[in-house]
């Protein structure tokens, strides 16, 4: 089985599990921008951000350094950001997401999502940014109500990524049914290769019992959509 990984933390020059044959490495503060733009492409895509729960950890003018980094690499996306109910300072996360939003269309490139809590404030700040929204967004581990997806993927061509552990939240099903097979992807949001397969492999078997699908499409659709996402950063020929 080949495995497709929507959203992971492992750094992207770690060397790279066979099995897994594309993936999307997320930083989540400035001390790992470098490395992980330095490794973009191929199958080995990465996005660079500042996540909620990090805010505190940035320096002076982090917004012209990341627009610098985007600017030099360009298959690299921006991510993994957000909003998190759960974490400190709420008006902040606000202002540097909306800052991070911004660089990511200004510079075209997908936005890596993490939202938790605040589905009511994201969809605030995105209704306000309509017209200068990112080619697209993963909404990682989607946890919102399955009701907004279908209105998330039309009109912000949102894609959702979700991984088997969302099972112990419940609502899983209901989500995974309610979104679309061309939106789907499935993650692991690991941080080292051995959990990433791991969580892979569950993750797809939930998948094909949900879908009643076997496991082999599962991983296939996976890999299209995958494509489908990164088809917005693959370099031209
Ligand atoms: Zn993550």
Request: with cysteine; proline share 4%; charged share 20%.
């Amino acid at each position: 089985m080949k495995y497709t990984d929507a959203h992971c933390h492992i750094k992207p020059n770690v060397f790279s599990n066979p099995n897994v044959v594309g993936r999307i490495c997320n930083a989540t503060q400035e001390s790992e921008w470098a490395v992980f733009a330095e490794n973009s492409g191929d199958e080995t895509f990465t996005s660079i951000g500042v996540h909620p729960w990090y805010i505190t950890s940035v320096q002076n003018g982090w917004q012209s350094r990341m627009a610098e980094i985007l600017r030099q690499n360009q298959t690299v996306m921006v991510g993994e950001i957000g909003l998190d109910k759960y974490h400190a300072d709420m008006p902040t996360q606000i202002q540097m997401f909306i800052e991070q939003m911004e660089l990511a269309h200004d510079f075209r490139r997908p936005v890596h999502l993490h939202c938790v809590g605040a589905w009511d404030k994201m969809l605030h700040i995105l209704k306000e940014h309509k017209n200068a929204l990112p080619p697209a967004i993963l909404a990682h581990g989607f946890s919102g109500d399955q009701d907004l997806i279908e209105k998330l993927a039309n009109e912000y061509n949102m894609f959702f990524s979700y991984h088997a552990s969302d099972n112990a939240t419940d609502g899983l099903v209901a989500r995974v049914l309610a979104t679309p097979n061309d939106k789907l992807l499935i993650e692991s949001d690991a941080s080292d290769t051995a959990t990433q397969i791991q969580i892979l492999q569950e993750t797809v078997q939930t998948l094909s019992d949900v879908l009643g699908a076997a496991p082999d499409d599962i991983c296939a659709q996976n890999y299209t959509n995958f494509q489908r996402i990164t088809s917005y950063v693959r370099p031209i020929d």
